[in-house]
């Protein structure tokens, strides 16, 4: 079933890369881990359902998945008693989560709350930023010096 190729805002990972792929990258972003097995029906639809809301959402949000048939470690830890197991990591630590089949629109929603919640905050800087380097190409320096002296 997992045909996943991993893309920066997707990727699998195992009982020994949970502190770096988990811990460790959810101090930057807010990270989804999906506790997953083949053989679990209902994991067959979250999957890809998560997958697709994460990728919408790039750099915002990051999805891990966890074959627990293969890592039963981390989910002990966790206490998940059944799957699907979705839980949110921010800072190091599990915010929220759920278990059990969701339908798409609330995985959109609690995407969009864990993102609001959590997520990185930009304030309007990539839009400054941007603006600043189509200063440069249009050759006003001076106005783009202005836009990246307020920005740092």
Not at 12 to 17: A, C, G, T
Not at 83 to 111: C, E, L, R, Y
Not at 114 to 130: H, K, M, Q, Y
Request: glycine residues 6%; negative net charge; aromatic residues 8%.
């Amino acid at each position: 079933m997992n045909n996943l190729v991993d893309t920066p805002s997707v990727k699998d990972s195992s009982d020994e890369m949970f502190m770096v792929d988990v811990i460790e990258a959810s101090k930057e972003t807010p990270i989804l881990v999906d506790f997953w097995a083949p053989w679990c029906g209902p994991c067959k639809t979250i999957g890809p359902a998560l997958e697709a809301e994460v990728k919408e959402n790039q750099k915002k949000i990051k999805l891990v998945k966890i074959d627990i048939d293969k890592n039963p470690n981390i989910a002990g830890q966790l206490r998940v008693q059944s799957i699907p197991a979705v839980f949110a990591f921010s800072n190091g630590q599990p915010v929220d989560g759920f278990m059990g089949a969701q339908t798409p629109s609330q995985i959109k929603n609690f995407i969009k709350k864990i993102i609001s919640e959590f997520g990185p905050e930009d304030n309007g800087l990539t839009a400054a930023i941007a603006n600043a380097n189509k200063l440069l190409e249009n050759h006003e320096y001076d106005e783009a010096i202005e836009v990246f002296t307020a920005v740092k």
